[in-house]
Nanobody, 122 residues
Framework: QVVLVESGGGAVQAGGSLRLSCATSGPIWSAGGLFWYRRAPGKEREFVASIDYKNQITDYADSVKGRFTVLRDDPLGTRYLHMYNLKPKGTATYYC???????????????WGQGTQVTVSS
């Protein structure tokens, strides 16, 4: 069974930094890019950042450009979202998302992590 697990959330003051991790486990025949989203209290889920399946091309929401960096740091494929100069409006639950086909005969399915809470105080 494919599972995505986020970690690294926490509480920081404005201007602080956090590093979120998204680890993928289970049978993976093929995977698409990895996406980070967040949902703030009372708001819709929004795109934060992404990295393509070759771990070469990244994309960011305008609100985080220049402050967030997404990359893969280790051969096991864990992706990281480095967040710098955090702002109170960054308070949200952060989720990673990826399309994965577990076997050659399987269709691609969307997988979501359980979310990790980030709280930024002013």
């Amino acid at each position: 069974q494919v599972v995505l697990v986020e970690s690294g959330g926490g509480a920081v003051q404005a201007g602080g930094s956090l590093r979120l991790s998204c680890a993928t486990s289970g049978p993976i025949w093929s995977a698409g890019g990895l996406f980070w989203y967040r949902r703030a209290p009372g708001k819709e889920r929004e795109f934060v950042a992404s990295i393509d399946y070759k771990n070469q091309i990244t994309d960011y929401a305008d609100s985080v450009k220049g402050r967030f960096t997404v990359l893969r740091d280790d051969p096991l494929g864990t992706r990281y979202l480095h967040m710098y100069n955090l702002k109170p409006k960054g308070t949200a639950t952060y989720y990673c998302n990826q399309e994965i086909a577990a076997a050659e005969s399987d269709p691609y399915r969307q997988y979501w992590g359980q979310g990790t809470q980030v709280t930024v105080s002013s």
